[in-house]
């Protein structure tokens, strides 16, 4: 079974440009997160997926993060336009039906803005 | 509030040490879960345990064990006779049931880097 891929790895871009970062999750988990580790901080909740739609948005730091997950596959979260405190690993997660299941993480993206 | 904390930020250790990771944590609910979550060097956060919080046994896996103790809100994570491959950082995490609205709503302390040496 794949695990959670998360592309791309690596990202450097410059204040102000728009990055896209994609998360294809476990095959037939219908729940997706969005999770964030700002340098030196907590791995902090960004959003979670059920499916195509958002459950629990709470976490998004301002309009300037745009999530989606189209036909409940695989998900992408936009910032635009970057900003320094962006920088981060972006982590996603998915996890299947069921209270409390596990999370199981991508590799995670590490995204520096400059 | 709820909160996790990992007051140790680094620690080192020959191998074959036993070593304890701690973790305290803070929460306003009766019902919720404990989680620890490993970060190899390749990047990806690992499942480790899962603890809910009607559960206060303890739990041992391998050279892995767990201590629960709901009397001090702690879930403090034993490794046993420790190796190289265990060299990572270890998450402690909390989720509640009802608060944050939703059941993956990890609340994650901020890490402990774990050097095992040869």
């Known amino acids: 079974e794949a695990g959670v891929t998360q592309f791309p790895s690596h990202s450097v871009i410059e204040k102000g440009q728009t990055v896209t970062l994609r998360c294809d999750p476990i095959?037939?988990?219908?729940?997706l997160y969005w999770y964030r580790r700002v340098m030196g901080k907590e791995i902090k909740f960004l959003l979670h997926f059920v499916k195509e739609s958002k459950q629990d948005e709470s976490g998004m730091p301002n309009n300037r993060f745009l999530a989606e997950r189209t036909g409940g596959t695989y998900s992408t979260l936009k910032v635009q336009p970057a900003e320094l405190e962006d920088s981060g690993v972006y982590f996603c997660?998915?996890?299947?039906?069921?209270?409390?299941?596990?999370?199981?993480f991508g590799n995670g993206t590490r995204l520096t803005v400059t | 509030a709820q909160k996790v904390t990992q007051a140790q930020t680094e620690i080192s250790v020959v191998e074959k040490e036993d070593v304890t990771l701690d973790c305290v944590y803070e929460?306003?609910?009766?019902?919720?879960?404990l989680f620890w979550y490993k970060q190899p060097p390749s990047g990806e956060l690992v499942f480790l345990i899962r603890r809910n919080s009607f559960d206060e046994q303890n739990e041992i896996s391998g050279r892995y064990s767990w201590n629960f103790q709901k009397s001090t809100s702690s879930f403090n994570f034993t490794i046993t006779a420790s190796q190289v491959v265990d060299s990572a950082v270890y998450f402690c995490a909390l989720s509640e049931r009802n608060y944050g609205g939703s059941q993956g709503n990890l609340i994650f302390g901020k890490g402990t880097k774990l050097s095992v040496k040869p």
């Open positions: 997660a998915s996890s299947q039906e069921g209270v409390w299941s596990p999370l199981h």
């Open positions: 929460t306003r609910d009766t019902t919720y879960y």
């Open positions: 095959s037939g988990h219908d729940n």
